[in-house]
């Protein structure tokens, strides 16, 4: 009787997820399921983009490997402190699922088809930015304007912008920052342009949270010629790991180096002149088969990359 209440189990944590590889089971056992998500309208691998005004103004974006989301400006007021890191979620099915996720209310439960358990906080998150002055890391608020330029298909592709912040006392900088991502891979593309009201280059932190998941800082891995930083998060017990990397122009690097918050590259930026960096996420009960530290790493390291600063209006 044990034997077939486990395998009556098994059948309908197939159902709920879209049937994984069976050897992508055997590796990670299923996460219990607190409820499953209302069905999708269909299970199409689609990349989207899309503003969720129900719930202050997220801004969610997914392929079918990854899926993330940056927060908007009517959240500062209702869940301070809020700012501009980039939150990760971990998926195991190929169609779009956070909108669903985030509309039960419960998007930090497992229903299913994946879950929000990466805590971004006040840390940069998954590739969030500020600019490095005086030993110290200046980040700005919420974003205040988006404008969603490809959603449905095979990519996801939109833009933001955020306000003056300040710099100690010294400036002001504001950035538009462009997102894209297509389907098949683990990496967002973004573009970012920075402005500020004083001339001279500015010294860029990109970041990844430390303390995000579970107890501890995770394992990171520095790769400087190829403009990486790896990192593989401690494991969350009921959750699994989230895996985050960070991939930059190796040509633009001042320093590698952290804050209390946040392991840091720093790249040397003129204010006005576009640059692109990738940030990349994954999950150990996701899809990509990342279930260890070194596969994260592998992959990580051969993305085949493109940091060519994109022409007007492309």
Known sequence: MKSGRRIAAA????????????????????????SPLSPPPDRTPRAVALLAGYRYDD??????????????HALE????????????????????????????GDQHAYHGEGIDFYNVGTTRGAGGLGIWHDNKLWTSRNFVRHRILASGGDRADFSVDYAPWPVDTVR???????????????????????????????????????????QGAGELTVDRARGLLSWWGPDDPGHGRMAIAIRVDPRMIAEVRADADNQLVLLRVTPDTPFVYYSGSAWSHGEGDFRTRAQWDDYAKGAALDFTIPKAGQ
Request: proline residues 8%; without cysteine; glycine residues 10%.
């Open 11 to 34: 059948a309908v944590w197939w159902l709920l997820t879209g049937a994984p590889a069976l050897a992508q089971q055997a590796e990670t056992p299923p996460l219990p399921v607190a």
């Open 77 to 104: 007021a209702a869940e301070p402190p809020s700012g501009s890191g980039i939150d990760s979620w971990g998926k195991n099915v190929r169609w779009p699922f956070a909108d669903r996720q985030l509309r039960t």
């Open 172 to 214: 002001k900088v504001w950035e538009t920052r462009r997102f894209t991502l297509p389907l098949g891979t683990h990496f967002t593309r973004m573009v970012s342009t920075l402005s500020s009201d004083r001339a001279g280059p500015l010294l860029v932190g990109i970041g990844i949270g430390k303390r995000t998941t579970g």
């Open 59 to 72: 801004l969610l974006w997914e392929n079918d490997r990854t899926a993330h989301r940056i927060y908007g």
